[in-house]
């Protein structure tokens, strides 16, 4: 339930007014390939989130100082690139933060926290530094420990309370090989 809950947030406050618009939009939209959508250019971006039907993002970048040196009690910060309006950033709101898009931290050694969305605590994320000694989210895909690297979530139509969601696309890197690992969900339960 809470589940939908997070989608049905992420429908409404990423989208425009015609969101969910009449079908013959909806169907063009989805038909937009996913490699299609920008790719944040931040300098300490951990990972990011997109879905349609449009192409806003949430970027959860590295929390640092103007010298580089970590926020420890706040090590992510996420936020809005609005591409539709000239990739321009916004803050998220506090319900965004506290119901849909928001990251708990929970520091667990030296340079090691757990990070759980607020939306959906199941799947733990964990912040570390990684073999090349940078900050990376690591989170299990297709059975393997990877680096997070993007989330992508297909919606096709729906209401603004229960939109239909066809997957989950979670997209890594396999540290061990360098290789790119992909797992779709389509059972949210």
């Known amino acids: 339930m809470r589940f939908l809950l997070i989608v049905s947030l992420f429908a409404f406050f990423a989208t425009t007014n015609n ?3 009449d079908k013959n939009k909806r169907e063009n939209v989805a038909a937009m390939a996913v490699d299609t ?3 944040p250019r931040v ?4 990972f ?4 349609d039907p449009n192409t806003n993002t ?3 970048e590295l929390n640092v100082d103007n010298k580089g040196k ?3 009690e706040n090590p992510v910060h996420p936020y ?3 591409y539709p309006t000239g990739g321009a950033r916004k803050e998220l709101n506090y319900l965004q933060r506290k119901f849909a898009y928001g990251i708990t931290v929970k520091k667990s050694g030296k340079d090691f926290y757990q990070l759980k969305s607020v939306a959906y605590a199941k799947t733990p994320l964990y912040l570390r530094k990684g073999t090349n000694n940078k900050y990376q989210v690591f989170m299990q895909i297709n059975q393997k420990q990877c680096v997070l690297t993007k989330i992508f979530v297909r919606i096709d139509g729906g209401t603004f309370w229960v939109p239909n969601v066809k997957y989950i696309e979670v997209t890594g890197t396999d ?3 360098g290789k790119t690992v992909v797992e779709r969900i389509t059972k949210f339960s």
């Open 19 to 21: 969101a969910f618009a």
């Open 37 to 39: 959508f920008p790719v």
């Open 43 to 46: 300098p300490n971006l951990l």
């Open 48 to 51: 990011y989130i997109q879905r």
């Open 58 to 60: 949430i970027c959860y």
């Open 70 to 72: 970590l926020n420890e």
């Open 80 to 82: 809005w690139i609005l």
């Open 175 to 177: 540290p061990s090989n």
